[in-house]
């Protein structure tokens, strides 16, 4: 089902859900490696939970 909705995205860019759907699949999946690739050597404005810190030392003790 299409929805049309806009997206904000802090004001500055406006996105029309109902054009993403319109995409193929592969189109749709190449503009989410972009997005994904856009935060590669960017800062994390967001912490990590706790938890997510003690899942990756409970795997590197299982490598050990």
């Not at 404005?45 to 938890?51: F, L």
């Amino acid at each position: 089902m299409l929805v049309n909705q806009w997206l904000s995205l802090e004001g500055r860019i406006k996105i029309n859900t109902l054009e993403i759907e319109k995409m193929s699949t592969i189109d749709r999946l190449q503009a989410m490696e972009a997005l994904w690739d856009s935060f590669m050597g960017e800062k994390s404005e967001i912490d990590s939970p706790e938890w997510h810190r003690d899942i990756i030392e409970e795997r590197k003790d299982q490598k050990r």
